[in-house]
């Protein structure tokens, strides 16, 4: 089946710990982002990727990294510098430019997201 | 930048009744498309919009590009309780490659 898995479901950390978030697609799409959701908000764009090797700060990218060493994966990390990391984390895909005529680029897909609780 | 209006923030139903909810734009977008989210769970896509004046079916879900490209909405006819949770619209404006725009979300409520 193809999709976007994340894991883990649920992490704990103790302040003052980087941690990283995993995000792999096998939609075979260029572009993948990182959003963050807080209780009762909508979502917020922290990085985006459009093609391997390059990516972009979304509007909430201090305290955030990312790599896109593969097409597959986009790693979050969640450094000690970000200053309230407790949220839900959501990875995304969309096909990416480049593309044929009639694929919509643009549309985006939803992983089924990371809590992280930083204690 | 831009920014999306969506309407109502909540809505409390019967079962058996329709709903509708909307979003407006501050700017003209080239792609609509909604989104619904369960609790701790992924938003997943319901309706994606093309084309300005488009009307589109899934189910019971009918949603519509505006005429004016800066509006949609979504409709649910006949509720039922595995309609709960929170629905999202979101833009593209094609001013910044893949980043969409998001609206503040929908939060339904069916009751039995």
């Known amino acids: 089946d193809g999709g976007i898995t994340q894991s883990p479901k649920y992490l704990f950390r103790k302040e003052g710990q980087n941690v990283t978030l995993s995000c792999e697609q096998n939609l075979n799409h260029d572009a993948m982002y990182w959003y963050r959701q807080d209780p009762g908000q909508g979502l917020r764009l922290i990085y985006y990727?459009?093609?391997?090797?390059?990516?972009q700060k979304g509007d909430i990218a201090e305290g955030y990294s990312v790599s896109r060493e593969k097409k597959e994966s986009f790693p979050l990390t969640v450094t000690s510098a970000q200053k309230n990391p407790t949220a839900f984390y959501l990875c995304?895909?969309?096909?990416?430019?480049?593309?044929?005529?009639?694929?919509?680029?643009?549309?985006?897909?939803f992983g089924p997201g990371t809590r992280l609780t930083v204690l | 930048g831009q920014q999306l209006n969506q309407s109502p923030q909540s809505m409390f139903i019967q079962e058996g009744e329709d709903v509708s909810m909307n979003c407006t734009s501050s700017s003209i977008f080239n792609t609509w498309l909604w989104y619904k989210q369960d609790p701790g769970e992924g938003p997943v896509l319901l309706i994606a919009l093309y084309k300005a004046g488009e009307l589109t079916s899934n189910g019971r879900l009918t949603a519509q590009f505006g005429i004016t490209r800066k509006d949609s909405f979504l409709n649910i006819s006949a509720s039922i309780p595995s309609d709960v949770g929170i629905y999202f619209c979101a833009g593209f404006g094609g001013t910044s490659y893949g980043k969409l725009t998001f609206g503040q979300g929908t939060i339904l409520t069916v009751h039995p």
């Open positions: 990727s459009q093609i391997v090797n390059d990516f």
């Open positions: 995304a895909s969309s096909p990416g430019p480049g593309r044929p005529a009639g694929i919509h680029t643009d549309t985006q897909y």
